[in-house]
């Protein structure tokens, strides 16, 4: 069973897409922001990470940099997950090692359809 990360300040959000990727049949563990996402990921070594971009502590432009400087999580696939829908803030994101820009709000078979392409690369 595939393990994902969900990095995201929004308890809604975070619980709504938690739901959505359980109900893919994925397992899940939630972060509320990127420092609590790094604690994570020594523990937890997710398959995929989904995460949030304006978080407080440490947003996701960062968090996504750390993790492809990370010779143990660089190949993890990241899909950046935002209400910041603008092309450039799509630009922006894959710029910072991104493997996927999904714009909020979004439909559910949009999010676990990258999630899974991304899970079978």
């Known amino acids: 069973m595939s393990k994902v990360l969900i990095v995201e300040d929004s308890l809604a959000q975070r619980q709504m897409i938690s739901d959505l990727l359980k109900g893919s049949g994925l397992k899940v563990v939630v972060a509320c922001d990127g420092v609590e ?7 937890f070594s997710p398959d995929l990470v989904v995460m949030d971009i304006v978080m407080p502590r440490m947003n996701g432009y960062e968090l996504c940099r750390r993790l492809k400087a990370d010779p143990k999580t660089q190949n993890v696939p990241v899909v950046m997950c935002s209400s910041k829908g603008e092309e450039f803030d799509r ?6 090692g991104a493997d996927a820009y999904i714009a909020k709000p979004f439909q559910p078979v949009e ?7 991304l899970l079978r690369a």
């Open 111 to 117: 999010l676990i359809g990258t999630v899974k392409q």
């Open 91 to 96: 630009y922006w994101g894959m710029k910072q």
């Open 37 to 43: 996402a790094l604690e994570h990921l020594e523990k």
